[in-house]
């Protein structure tokens, strides 16, 4: 078993380095961009600098293996997210803060085709309003550290009066899918994207998964 604890300051850089190497479809992030860093302020720095108060780390012999991101009102998290994080990283790019090659601009690109394609499913936001990012490393995964996690997570949500929550995920993360089964989340749509046709072969569906609470 492991540790479950709230998630403090102190414990930023092994989110990071975890989310990092653990960015997409188990892969280092480094596969589809030249720089962690932009991924990690991207899609992490927020929970980790303005709302950790919804977060925890999964700790075994005192080494953190696995975190939770969670937020309980992803319509406000978007609009701050556009006026903290976005301002932000365009601010590091326009500076050269960050390395940017090939691989970052064809992900970029694949990104915004998708985007303007609608391969992105939605939920809805008043039923499901909350959200959460799981990872954990792969020595980790198999022990119950993901149930930990997700539990300590609904019950926070719970004492605090939160109808629902949902996650993004894809078909190829098979064993996090079973575990959202086994955990009561429903699959509330699946749609196809070819955002990473250029990078893997397999077929991808993007999947959002929700779990009313009340």
């Known amino acids: 078993m492991a540790l479950i604890t709230a998630y403090k300051p102190e414990y930023r850089s092994d989110v990071f380095r ?5 960015a997409f479809f188990g892969q280092p992030v480094e596969v589809y961009l030249e720089d ?42 978007q609009r701050r997210w556009l006026r903290t994080i976005l301002p932000y990283t365009l601010g590091w790019i326009m500076r050269g803060r960050y390395r940017l090659g090939r691989r970052t601009w064809r992900y970029a690109a694949a990104l915004v085709r998708a985007a303007l394609t609608l391969e992105f499913v939605q939920c809805d936001l008043k039923q499901y309003p909350a959200h959460l990012h799981i990872n954990i490393v792969e020595m980790g995964r198999g022990r119950g550290i993901g149930s930990q996690l997700i539990d ?11 109808p629902g929550v949902h996650l993004h995920t894809t078909n190829l993360n098979e064993a996090a899918c079973r ?25 991808v569906e993007n999947r959002c998964y929700g779990l009313k609470l009340s």
């Open 152 to 162: 300590t997570y609904l019950g926070h949500l719970r004492q605090l009066g939160i």
């Open 18 to 22: 975890i989310a990092a190497d653990t």
């Open 36 to 77: 962690r860093r932009l991924f990690c302020d991207i899609f992490y720095r927020y929970y980790t600098d303005y709302e950790m108060e919804h977060s925890w780390v999964a700790i075994v012999d005192q080494e953190v293996i696995g975190f939770l991101m969670g937020c309980i009102d992803t319509a406000a998290q």
């Open 179 to 203: 575990l959202y089964d086994r955990l009561g989340f429903e699959l509330l749509e699946g749609r196809r994207t070819g955002m990473w046709r250029s990078f893997i072969e397999k077929e």
